[in-house]
């Protein structure tokens, strides 16, 4: 006769779980109202008055004259798509942070870990650099990224896989390792370009940016993040064991070697998609999950419902901040990220109420 295993208990925390869906309300405005600024801000000195009618006739269908031509090509097809798109990158890699920290059981550990964005970052550079892939015109980048980052994964998993399974060790160390030997491959030819101005920019792409944003890159991003998360949202529970170890897993009746493959796939393809069309953008998937916990605790669901919102508002701000700072000029996205997240990160951990998983 068999005995049903009763759900393992959730950690406890100082945050009811009511408080969650009214800070995800929260978020949510707080999403739109950046998507907005996102919009509006820029160097052209175009007003909010225009930049709004500008966005509802683009929604609605609305004429515009001639002499509008210009600043309404600024506002639909330029910015727009980049501020769509900062937020639906910076919401994958905060979900996929949150499910590479339970996979491997490390507080350290973001979607790059696996060595995913290394690899991408070759074959992004081999069409900035070198021109592969030139046949496929505009999508040359986001395939080349997209398929070495693929590659990568399979790479990774090769050399990680063990008769038991994925362990969180081999894993983090052979993701490490071989990231390291990707960077060692982008480095070499970077240094050996012919054309400077093709090195500073895949410099660019290699410390993040947004710039090649168009709308064509919006939905491909924004369906693999959707289904990513809402695989995860699926298998929060699951993750909630998982983070409590192999051993307890097994006890509970979760095949954890299984799921740390399942796992594995959705996070390298989703980490694959957004570095493919944004670059290599570090620390919003090492430090939005830490932020999210805090506000909401330790359980997954609440924390993947928080996780996205919070890290596609502070990716939104992030892109505006890359842009105005040096306007005319443009910082990458991965400089800003790392002013802002090795502060909080270190104010994070000087928490004595904090650790990771919120025990």
């Not at 359980?299 to 419902?305: A, F, G, P, W, Y």
Request: aromatic fraction near 6%; proline fraction near 4%.
């Amino acid at each position: 006769m068999s005995t049903a295993v009763a759900a393992p208990p959730i950690p406890k925390t100082a945050h009811p779980p009511a408080r969650t869906p009214a800070l995800a309300a929260g978020l949510t405005l707080a999403l739109l109202v950046s998507l907005v600024c996102g919009v509006a801000l820029g160097s052209s000195g175009i007003g909010w008055g225009t930049v709004l009618e500008y966005l509802r006739a683009g929604l609605t269908g609305g004429r515009i004259s001639a002499e509008q031509l210009a600043g309404y090509t600024i506002v639909w097809e330029i910015r727009l798509p980049r501020t769509v798109l900062a937020a639906v990158v910076g919401a994958g890699l905060s979900a996929t942070g949150v499910a590479v920290q339970a996979m491997v059981r490390n507080a350290l550990a973001d979607p790059f870990v696996l060595g995913i964005s290394s690899g991408a970052a070759v074959g992004a550079n081999a069409v900035l650099l070198l021109g592969a892939f030139a046949s496929l015109g505009v999508w040359a980048l986001s395939a080349s990224a997209f398929a070495s980052a693929l590659a990568a994964m399979v790479l990774v998993y090769a050399v990680a896989r063990t008769a038991q399974g994925l362990t969180p060790l081999r894993l983090v160390l052979t993701g490490t390792a071989l990231a390291y030997g990707f960077s060692a491959v982008t480095s070499l030819m970077v240094f050996s370009a012919e054309r400077g101005e093709a090195a500073r920019t895949a410099m660019m792409w290699l410390l993040g940016s947004l710039g090649g944003a168009t709308w064509a890159s919006v939905p491909i991003a924004a369906g693999t993040v959707l289904a990513g998360t809402a695989y995860l949202l699926c298998r929060a529970g699951q993750l909630d064991v998982l983070a409590m170890g192999d051993e307890t897993a097994a006890a509970l009746g979760v095949d954890a070697s299984r799921l740390r493959r399942a796992l594995f796939v959705v996070t390298a393809a989703v980490t694959g998609t957004v570095v493919a069309v944004s670059g290599a953008i570090g620390f919003v998937g090492l430090m939005v999950p830490h932020l999210a916990r805090m506000l909401v605790g330790a359980d997954h669901r609440r924390v993947l419902t928080i996780a996205p919102l919070l890290g596609a508002v502070l990716l939104v701000w992030v892109d505006i901040v890359s842009r105005l700072l040096l306007a005319p000029a443009e910082l990458p996205v991965g400089v800003i990220t790392a002013v802002l997240g090795v502060p909080c990160f270190l104010l994070l951990m000087r928490r004595r109420s904090y650790s990771f998983g919120g025990r």
